[in-house]
Structure formats: C-alpha cells, structure tokens
C-alpha cells in the first residue's frame, strides 16, 4: 500500500486529506446513505465528515488506519444525525408491518449494533475487504477478525429476530 | 426475515450501489467544510476575533487621514494606485513595495450582469497576499453589499481574507478597495494559478470567480533568528524569531512558562531602526496582538524589506496582563451557575440559560473580552458559539454567547483575552541584523 497522501494529510496537509476524502467519496457517500436515506442528508454527512476530519486528522498516529477513521467518524455521524431525524419524526410511522423489504432495510438494523460492529460489516461487506485486509488496517490478527465478524453477524441476527416480532 | 445471510448484505451492497454519487454537491460540501474549519482556526489564531465590518471601515477612514501629501502624489502616477493612495501610503511596507516595483499589474476587467469587476494589482509573498481590486456599476452601489471574498486554488481556499470593506464605499457607481490575504498555514506558491472570488447580495446573487495567475518571482523572507529574552515587571518574553517579507514582518515571541502573569495583549509595538526612524503595526495590529495559553505570539508589523537597516530596537508598550489564576471565567451550563470571576476585574457574569451567558464589562476594554473557551476535559469550545450579541450602555458593553452544546462538560472556562490593566514599563530590546 503506497500511503504518501495518507502521510502528507495526518501531516496536516489540507490538500491531501480533500484528495482521500475524494477518493474515498463513493464509499462514504453511500455509507451515508446507507443510515440516512437521502440525499440532502447524505451530504450534509460529508460535509460534516470534512470538517472533523480536518480539525482531528492529527490525532491520526498511522496512516494505515485513516480509510477506517473515515469510516467511523462516518458512521458516528450518522447515528448521530439518525437520532435527530428520529426525534424529528418521533410520532409518525409505527407501521413497520409491511412484509416487503424497504429499500436499505438492513442498514437500519446494522444501525442498531455496537459501532465496532457496524464498522467491521461496512468494511467487509460494502467496502469488499478481505479479512486480511481488515486485519492489518486494524492491526489485529486475521482469525480475531473472522470471530468478531462471527460475533456481529450473530449479534445481527438476533435483531433481526427481535424485529420480527 | 428470519434468516439473515449473505444474500441480505448483498441485495444491501446491490441497492448501496446503484445510488448516484452527486460529484458536485460533495465537492461543494467539502469546500464549505474546508470554509467552516478556517473560521474557526482563524478565530483560534486570536488574530481577528470579531473582524466587524464597521471597525474596518471606520479604520479605512482613520488611516486615510495619515497619507503624506508627497508621497500619495508619488503613488498616484502609478496605474490602478491612484484611488487607493489612501489606503497604502501609511504603511511604509507597501510604500517600499510601490518603489522598489514589487507588485504585479494584472488589469483583468470581468462584465458579470449589472457589475464589472477589475482586478489591478497584486503584491505576493510568503506572509500573505494583498489585491486591489474595483467594482463598478451604472448603479448605486452603496445597497449591496459583499458577502464573500477570497482567493483559491482549484476551488480550495488559499488562506484567508483578512481584512476588506463588505460594504461597497467610494463613489456612487465605483467601489476602490483591496483585500489581504494571510497564511492559515503556510502559503505556497508551487502553482501560480489562482482564482479570486467575489460574492455579492444583490438581487441577481452576482458571483466573480476570476482567474489569474503570477508571473514574477516571489521573493524569499529573510528570516533572523534572534533568541534572545527580555523581563519587564518580572515577567519573561523570549523573542525568537524575526521573519521579514515585502508586505509586512512578524515577529515571533514566547511568555515565558515562569511568568506570575498571563500576558493578554501587546497594545503598542513598533521597531525603531538606527536612523531613528520607526515602523509601527500593521493595520491588522489596532486589534492588539496576543499571546496564546500556550505561550506563542507572532505579531505582524510594517515591513523594511526593502532596506538595509543595521540593527533595529524593538519597543513593546502597554501590555495588558493578568496574574495566572485569575485570568478566566468559570460557569456551571448544566446548573446555570457562576463558578468564579475574578474580584480585581470589573466585570459580571450571569447565566441566563443552559446554553447563554451574559457578560457585561467596561467599554475601556479595547478587543473582545473572552477568547478561548474550554470544557472540564479541555475541549476547545470557540466553535461551539452559534452567537455573540453586543449591545452597550453608558460606560459598559454586554455580550451575550449563545452555544450550541453536544456533550460538553461543565464547568466551562472562558479565557480572558484582553483588560485593561498593564504590565508596570516597556520593552526595548536592540536587535542585530548582521
């Protein structure tokens, strides 16, 4: 993995960090909408995204995390923004007993893991990292990834279970 | 769904993927982002804390009073100087800039709807850059106003404007002005293409984005290290370092860890070379410069570049300090209480809610009162402030701070920035250029 841009931008580079956020957009813009659903919203994700990442990349220490870091202060974003939307809406729907899927169903009840979790599946299963690849951005070893992947799969399917009653 | 396998996670990637990425508008949230940030570094910076635009404009009229009649005829021959003479000829960096032809013409005339811009000259260095620009209209100007201005590259900002008027003074149909551009970190001029931006309010929403690009060489500061350490009522200021470019030199100094007193601000400071004669602060100076808790100042001042001065006396007067401890005020958001204000101070405290404080305080006090603002865990709050209403009575002036909070913590500092109370003498110190 060639990480200059990555170097130059913890560095304190602005320009490098704007190039990986732009690299990095497809990604993190759908994540985004994964949790939020819509545009305006998934927007305003990334620009909130910019900002702290600009303030807080020098608490960055390796490189090699910097794609993950994106990914969790994405996420934290839109929890974040999903509790403001929920008490926005707090009386509407309570009819959830729709059998057809909603589109991004899923990443609802993602929504609702531990945010370790919800980063592992993102990583794994949206962004198509190996497990390899994962173990080194977190600098874990391969078979504790496949386990905590085990753990929040399982984890998922109970909430899944939990959602169907 | 009572199974969850790959196939869900799939379908998820699947309808992840066919949503469409809008380019543009995360291009534009990121240059906001990129916008955001600065601001609050800038206010961090301490350098302009409330940059209001009618305190430039009144010092625009202030300064102008100063011109010297010789030298403004002087200015006046030159192209694109003439309407600005008021403007530049107080300060001898630029006067030095005019003479020695450090500045580049760039006569660029841009038609935008009703208003047409000219971009006239440009002076550049590596402490910052300054435009004069003008804007004119068959009609009256003096409605709207400018709602941005700025330079960039490739649509990410290069510093920051510093100083210029927002509303369109001069003529009824020609505003003459220029805007300053300083370093938020360090400029760089790898590429010489850039773009000045100009937004005005107009009915229409006018927006400039005028191309232009540099062609002559910037020139090098030339940097002193001087490391040399001078006390004044028993408190310690290291001066480090000199840096000195065309349009204005910085001096870098440090408050020594030591000190019983917390130096606020550096109400007058100018060099005095060895023919006597003197460079004072630069316009960005009537805002006093400060030292930061951690002890760091750089104040910016008129520039010799242009001379060759043996050895300069720099004389720092009225330095506003307060003793270590009492430098700060305390509240309690969540138990809308006040915690501490120091007794020596003239000032009051109230909490009105779970998120405003009421200061009121003398109208002596020459720049805004509080600066850093940090929570129990030393999370900076400055960009937490939605609002600061000020308002004034008689001999005092309130502010009201309004904040947006997530998760601080209280109780919560506000850091003194400036009051009048002053270290007992002044600083000269001789420093050689050899």
């Known amino acids: ?165 | 769904m009572t199974n969850l396998n790959e196939q869900d996670l799939q379908k998820l990637t699947e309808e992840l993927e066919a949503v469409e990425i809008p380019k543009e508008a995360l291009q534009q949230a990121r240059v906001e982002a990129v916008h955001q940030h600065r601001l609050i570094r800038r206010r961090k910076l301490r350098l302009y804390t409330v940059a209001s635009v009618a305190a430039i404009v009144l010092l625009l009229f202030a300064t102008s009073i100063r011109v010297s009649p010789v030298f403004a005829q002087a200015v006046a021959k030159i192209p694109g100087f003439a309407p600005i003479v008021g403007m530049i000829a107080y300060d001898k960096g630029i006067s030095d800039i005019v003479e020695n032809n450090y500045y580049e013409e760039l006569g660029i005339v841009v038609t935008q709807g009703d208003y047409t811009l000219t971009l006239q000259n440009v002076v550049a260095d590596h402490s910052g850059m300054t435009i004069f620009y003008n804007i004119k209209s068959p009609f009256n100007l003096s409605e709207v106003r400018i709602t941005s201005l700025g330079v960039s590259q490739q649509d990410i900002p290069w510093g920051v404007a510093s100083s210029y008027s927002s509303s369109l003074v001069g003529g009824p149909a020609v505003h003459e002005d220029k805007v300053e551009i300083i370093p938020v970190d360090e400029l760089s001029y790898d590429n010489m293409s850039f773009e000045f931006n100009l937004h005005l309010d107009d009915a229409a929403e006018t927006k400039f984005t005028v191309p232009f690009t540099l062609t002559k060489p910037i020139k090098q500061p030339k940097v002193y290290e001087v490391n040399q350490s001078v006390a004044v009522d028993g408190q310690t200021i290291h001066i480090k370092q000199l840096e000195i470019s065309p349009l204005r030199a910085e001096i870098r100094l440090a408050a020594d860890e030591q000190n019983t007193m917390q130096l606020l601000k550096f109400r007058s400071v100018r060099w005095i070379d060895e023919n006597g004669e003197d460079w004072g602060q630069t316009r960005d100076m009537e805002e006093g410069f400060g030292i930061s808790r951690d002890g760091e100042v750089s104040i910016r001042m008129q520039s010799n570049y242009f001379r060759q001065p043996k050895k300069l006396t720099l004389v720092m007067e009225r330095i506003e300090a307060l003793p270590k401890g009492s430098d700060y005020i305390e509240v309690d958001f969540e138990q809308q209480k006040v915690l501490y204000v120091p007794s020596e101070l003239d000032i009051d405290v109230q909490v009105l809610s779970g998120n405003t404080l009421e200061v009121t305080y003398p109208t002596i006090v020459e720049s805004m009162l509080l600066s850093e603002i940090v929570d129990r865990e030393g999370n900076e709050l400055s960009g937490n402030i939605i609002s600061i209403n000020f308002s004034r009575e008689h001999d005092y002036g309130k502010a009201i701070y309004t904040f947006n909070f997530d998760n601080e913590v209280s109780p919560i500092r506000l850091y003194m920035n400036s009051y009048p109370l002053y270290l007992d003498g002044k600083v000269e110190m001789n420093i050689s250029l050899d």
Request: proline share 2%; with cysteine.
């Open chain 1, 1 to 165: 993995m060639n990480l200059d841009l990555e170097k130059q931008a913890i560095a304190g580079n602005e320009q490098a960090l704007l190039e990986l956020l732009k690299l990095h957009e497809d990604m993190l813009y759908r994540t985004a909408y994964a949790y939020l659903k819509n545009k305006h919203d998934a927007v305003e994700a990334v620009q909130e995204l910019t900002y702290r990442a600009l303030k807080k990349i020098h608490t960055v220490k390796e490189p090699a995390f910097l794609a993950t870091w994106l990914v969790r202060i994405m996420i934290n974003i839109c929890l974040d923004m999903k509790k403001k939307q929920e008490k926005l809406i707090y009386n509407h729907d309570v009819e959830i007993a729709s059998t057809d899927q909603q589109p991004f169903e899923i990443a609802d009840i993602i929504a609702g893991l531990p945010i370790e979790q919800q980063e592992l599946i993102y990583l794994k299963y949206f962004q198509d990292m190996k497990n390899a690849d994962i173990a080194q951005l977190k600098q874990i070893p391969e078979g504790t990834v496949k386990s905590r992947l085990h753990t929040s799969l399982k984890r998922l399917r109970v909430l899944i279970g939990k959602e169907e009653l």
